[in-house]
T-cell receptor, first 113, second 112 residues
Framework: GQQLNQSPQSMFIQEGEDVSMNCTSS?????WLWYKQDPGEGPVLLIALYKAGELTSNGRLTAQFGITRKDSFLNISASIPSDVGIYFC?????????????FGKGTKLSVKP | NAGVTQTPKFRILKIGQSMTLQCTQDMNHNYMYWYRQDPGMGLKLIYYSVGAGITDKGEVPNGYNVSRSTTEDFPLRLELAAPSQTSVYFC???????????FGSGTRLTVV
């Protein structure tokens, strides 16, 4: 089946630093999504990308849908302590009667004040 | 709107016991999903449903059963709990054509 490779697995950064993480796939997707999971909670959608090459921002977050449709990255600028959590990329294709998300394994972000 | 509600939040089961994880959503979403999350492994799809009366297997369905008698509810059943089913379980929902799922806050299950 389709697999997503998400890197890095974990990051330890200083408050105020920028963060970059990415996801690559062995096959193409029609949609890329980025989620954040706070401890003890379910994932929450941050950004959705629908077209190859698309660059979308949500506050300090910026994500891009790769031209090849096989990759995506997420950048966080000027990190703050509340950015701590696990970030998941997810790819989606609509086919048949259901759209199924394929998740990466996550990037665990720790921010030192 | 409460969104997606999962109960219980925590549960400890003995090997061989059974239980049902409850999931209900009040957004009138057609599609519902059950995922399990193991440390460092992301989320893996157990079962999904595209509407009341319709369910289908995901990537890791063995040891689980589901039913979808109403649009709102999508319970997950473990018949004979095994230590390998120790995990955090998430229910999610969306509508066809909607990008991104709404997740519940999870059920942490330990089988001892």
């Amino acid at each position: 089946g389709q697999q997503l490779n998400q890197s890095p697995q974990s990051m330890f950064i200083q408050e105020g630093e920028d963060v970059s993480m990415n996801c690559t796939s062995s096959s193409i997707f029609n949609t890329w999504l980025w989620y954040k999971q706070d401890p003890g909670e379910g994932p929450v959608l941050l950004i959705a990308l629908y077209k190859a090459g698309e660059l979308t921002s949500n506050g300090r977050l910026t994500a891009q849908f790769g031209i090849t449709r096989k990759d995506s990255f997420l950048n966080i600028s000027a990190s703050i302590p509340s950015d701590v959590g696990i970030y998941f990329c997810a790819g989606m294709n609509y086919g048949g009667s259901q759209g199924n998300l394929i998740f990466g394994k996550g990037t665990k972000l720790s921010v030192k004040p | 709107n409460a969104g997606v509600t999962q109960t219980p939040k925590f549960r400890i089961l003995k090997i061989g016991q059974s239980m049902t994880l409850q999931c209900t959503q009040d957004m009138n979403h057609n599609y519902m999903y059950w995922y399990r999350q193991d440390p460092g492994m992301g989320l893996k799809l157990i079962y999904y449903s595209v509407g009341a009366g319709i369910t289908d297997k995901g990537e890791v369905p063995n040891g689980y059963n589901v039913s979808r008698s109403t649009t709102e509810d999508f319970p997950l059943r473990l018949e004979l709990a095994a230590p390998s089913q120790t995990s955090v379980y998430f229910c999610a929902s969306n509508n066809r054509g909607a990008h991104g799922y709404t997740f519940g806050s999870g059920t942490r299950l330990t089988v001892v």
